[in-house]
């Protein structure tokens, strides 16, 4: 005889409603995930691009690119060199250029896991040019002519007066502060016996693969590296452990 | 009338409530599955470590100041354990979150392995979000999945304990005896739900992304990825791939229609053996070729979330009966060892020690 629903009732835990709430908090995280993941659609505008990311940014993370792999056609490169005071006085000189990511990808070359240090290089290219790219004309205008005197406290207010988006002159600022301390910590490790590293300058260089249609005839290599230099910046000291963790890094 | 199609209705909702209730708090359903995606996102956890162990000050440590403006943005309160850390604290909390991952792996005291692993790899791999990759989203969050769960109920040292103590008449342990049996069991299955749900969505959010570009339709949208230096740890490899049109049309479309069909052939069960075997494969590949085998093994863990346990028991069956004649000849080799042992306690080491015995010290 099938229970009745009292005696239903008896036998499941009283205190499941727990467990339903929890299912219910777990459905509505996944609707508020597929809508974040979903192409745009009126009801992805509805509840609004900024109130789903105010929930999946913070913790959540997700992207579409979190499985498998995705189409990249772009080839970057970061290049850095110093101007080097000698120790013993005198005038300084301009190194060669380096490109970090070539040495970089000769280090990755047969390596099934490549160690993520070996990405830095390849990862500052290709938010440069991205930074690069969000701002306008007048902006780049701006950044081509930045020199070592200038500090950001002065940059950013001339930044967001030749238009653009503030988010694109903090996201430049940031990246170009990053790429300034990594490129003055390499250069120090790499030149820094030869005198004291006064400034340094690095430049970022984009490509992009032939057509497969173009495979037969042209081939990555054939393709020249666009690059764009950015001005020279005042060297970054960094810590002592900084500097030595560079040092072993950058001779190994 | 009006009454007749309310409690007809009042029925239905009940009814539904009572399946679902029967399934969230009735019994812990794919143990055998979370335990398959403890051990594949453990390893992964274990093997980015690993790899990165000898450059770590560079990646996370006092190398990466650079990237103090990202890290500042960044919204893990877990970033805070590290912040700032000498090479040899960073040293000690990486060694301790490698051995918390191993410990998972093994499920050994797996809740708490998951824990400290949880946390250790959001501190460690979250200190340069500029070299992050997007597969560390995925291990992050089938790992905070998997903290509801119970998945070292098989194939792990817990299972292994409790089996004893079991057979000892003991209770299993204070550890998994702390919540009453159908809290632990609705919670397993929440958890089962989340992570699945979420797998489903970033298989299809990747495959909707992709369907829409004309390289993907023509089957030759990873030709320019497999140029890129950086993708080509293996040139020859590479080179195979990108020069056979037809090699390079499966493996894209292999990696479509595992992404954008996912959800959808889960349904049937000989339609859910082809996408996940098709999902199985492409990652493998995606492993070796382009080298990102972490980020593969966290996704094959959770990809096999959806095999069932009854084919799992049949693959724990298959393997155990072959590798039944190693562990016999190991456990005979074992005894032939203690055998020998003997041999040489009885006729080697006891008559020289009755020797010094008597002879030196005259006793």
Request: aromatic share 8%.
């Amino acid at each position: 005889m099938p229970p009745t629903p009292v005696e239903d009732a008896v036998e499941r835990p009283r205190h499941r409603w727990i467990v339903e709430l929890l299912l219910v908090v777990v459905l509505v995280h996944s609707v508020a995930l597929a809508l974040w993941l979903a192409p745009s659609s009126p009801i992805r505008d509805a509840v609004g691009e900024g109130r789903l990311a105010s929930y999946v940014d913070p913790y959540f993370q997700q992207g579409r690119d979190v499985v498998g792999i995705g189409t990249q056609q772009v080839d970057e490169s970061f290049s850095v060199r110093a101007y080097v005071a000698p120790d013993a006085g005198g005038k300084g000189a301009a190194t060669e250029w380096v490109d970090v990511t070539r040495d970089d990808n000769r280090a990755n070359r047969h390596e099934l896991a490549p160690e993520r240090a070996h990405l830095i290089a390849r990862r500052l290219a290709t938010n440069l040019n991205l930074a690069m790219f969000n701002l306008s004309e007048a902006q780049r205008r701006v950044v081509r002519g930045l020199t070592a005197d200038d500090l950001p406290s002065t940059v950013r207010p001339t930044l967001e007066g030749a238009g653009g988006r503030p988010e694109a002159v903090r996201f430049f600022q940031a990246y170009d502060q990053m790429a300034t301390q990594f490129a003055s910590l390499y250069a120090e490790a790499r030149w820094g016996e030869g005198g004291r590293i006064v400034q340094v300058q690095f430049r970022v260089g984009r490509r992009t693969v032939p057509s497969y249609a173009d495979r037969a005839t042209t081939s990555l290599d054939d393709v020249a590296f666009r690059d764009f230099s950015f001005g020279w910046r005042r060297a970054f000291r960094g810590s002592l452990d900084a500097r030595d963790t560079f040092d072993s890094y950058v001779k190994k | 009338m009006m009454t007749t199609l309310w409690r007809g209705l009042v029925g239905s909702v009940q009814g539904l409530r009572a399946g679902i209730d029967d399934w969230l708090v009735g019994t812990r359903h794919a143990v055998r599955a979370a335990a398959v995606c403890r051990i594949a996102t453990g390893l992964a956890v274990l093997g980015l470590l690993a790899s990165n162990f000898s450059t770590r000050d560079m990646w996370v440590g006092q190398g990466s100041v650079w990237a103090e403006p990202a890290r500042a943005i960044s919204s893990f309160p877990e970033l805070t354990l590290l912040d700032g850390v000498s090479s040899d604290v960073l040293a000690l909390l990486y060694v301790v979150t490698m051995l918390a991952a191993l410990a998972f792996v093994l499920g050994w005291h797996a809740k708490a392995a998951n824990v400290v692993t949880f946390i250790g790899f959001i501190a460690v791999v979250g200190q340069n979000p500029v070299v992050g990759s997007p597969g560390d989203n995925l291990v992050r969050l089938t790992l905070l999945w998997l903290l509801l769960m119970r998945a070292s109920d098989h194939w792990s040292l817990d299972a292994a304990r409790r089996s004893r103590r079991l057979a000892a008449g003991k209770e299993a342990s204070r550890e998994e005896d702390a919540l009453p049996t159908w809290l632990s069991a609705g919670l397993h299955n929440v958890g089962l739900v989340a992570l699945g749900a979420q797998t489903v969505l970033a298989a299809m959010a990747a495959g909707l992304d992709k369907v829409a570009d004309r390289s993907w339709q023509q089957g030759t949208a990873l030709y320019s990825t497999l140029q890129l230096p950086e993708s080509r740890p293996f040139p020859a490899l590479s080179d195979l791939l990108a020069d056979h049109r037809v090699l390079l049309a499966l493996l894209t479309y292999g990696v479509l229609l595992s992404q954008l069909f996912f959800g959808p052939l889960l349904l049937n069960r000989y339609t859910r053996r082809l996408v996940i075997v098709l999902a199985v494969v492409v990652n493998v590949l995606l492993a070796v070729v382009f080298a990102q085998p972490w980020s593969a093994l966290s996704t094959l863990g959770v990809t096999l979330l959806f095999v069932s346990d009854r084919t799992w028991e049949r693959v724990e069956d298959v393997v155990l009966g072959a590798a039944q004649p190693v562990t016999d000849w190991t456990v005979e080799r074992g005894y032939d060892v203690l055998d020998g042992v003997d041999v040489v306690r009885y006729n080697v080491v006891l008559p020289v020690v009755d020797w010094v015995r008597f002879t030196i010290l005259r006793r």
